[in-house]
């Protein structure tokens, strides 16, 4: 497992830096990412605000079919709210990855 964050998407423009791995699934890795603020009074700057797991999901790499349950799944996550649950913040597509930014939980919390 690669886990230079220049081995994965530049995902800047979407308001994240990638800082590392913290795993890796069935559909890819997952990373830590900074959440940052592209512009400040219009000159651009990489200031990080939250630190968040985002889950890359190779586009190509998802069949016709698991694309529905797939879909299934975020809008589940999505509209799940308890205090022991991951919340999902977010989904995009980058032009190469399905991406699911999701809270970074703190790996003591799993012993």
Do not use: W
Request: hydrophobic share 45%; glycine share 6%; charged share 15%.
């Amino acid at each position: 497992m690669n886990s230079r964050p220049d081995a994965f998407p530049d995902l800047s423009a979407y308001g994240y830096q990638v800082l590392s791995v913290v795993g890796h699934g069935r559909f890819g890795p997952v990373v830590s990412a900074a959440s940052i603020n592209p512009t400040r009074n219009g000159s651009p700057v990489g200031v990080a605000d939250d630190v968040y797991a985002i889950k890359l999901i190779e586009r190509s790499s998802i069949a016709e079919e698991s694309a529905v349950d797939m879909q299934r799944e975020i809008t589940n996550h999505a509209i799940m709210k308890h205090p022991f649950i991951i919340q999902l913040k977010e989904v995009f597509l980058s032009t190469t990855h399905l991406c699911l930014v999701m809270e970074l939980g703190s790996m003591t919390l799993l012993a």
